[in-house]
């Protein structure tokens, strides 16, 4: 099993910036991928970004392609995400996700943390 740790989230001003973070823990095999999904009142779950493990690649959802940015720390198991230039818009809750292979030869599994509110104000 693997535990998500999420944190960073608040209240902010439009154009204003937060960074959330997210930890990883448990015994794995490998993780393959870590990122950001946010889901806000009524729509349906939406991709922030991700980042390769192992090479360290982002790739961002396009609402929010060149104001955020993701990166990952390999020795702490803990990507983050740092918000710029927010907008109203962009208020949801935000969810880590991390998929792993548990062990050797298993198939890869996807884990969720329990979500950080962000809440941006005009």
């Known amino acids: 099993q693997v535990q998500l740790a999420e944190s960073g989230g608040g209240l902010v001003q439009a154009g204003g910036s937060l960074r959330l973070s997210c930890a990883a823990s448990?015994?794995?095999?490998?993780?393959?991928?870590m990122g950001w999904f946010r889901q806000a009142p009524g729509k349906e779950r939406e991709f922030v970004g991700a980042?390769?493990?192992?090479?360290?690649?982002?790739t961002y959802g396009e609402s929010v392609r060149e104001r955020f940015t993701i990166s990952r720390d390999y020795a702490k198991n803990t990507v983050y995400l740092q918000m710029n230039s927010l907008k109203p818009e962009d208020t949801a809750v935000y969810l880590c996700?991390?998929?792993?292979?548990?062990?050797?030869?298993?198939?890869?599994?996807?884990?969720w943390g329990q979500g950080t509110q962000v809440t941006v104000s005009s």
């Open positions: 980042v390769d493990w192992s090479g360290g690649n982002p």
């Open positions: 448990g015994d794995t095999f490998r993780y393959l991928s």
């Open positions: 996700s991390a998929t792993v292979r548990l062990r050797s030869g298993r198939p890869y599994v996807t884990y």
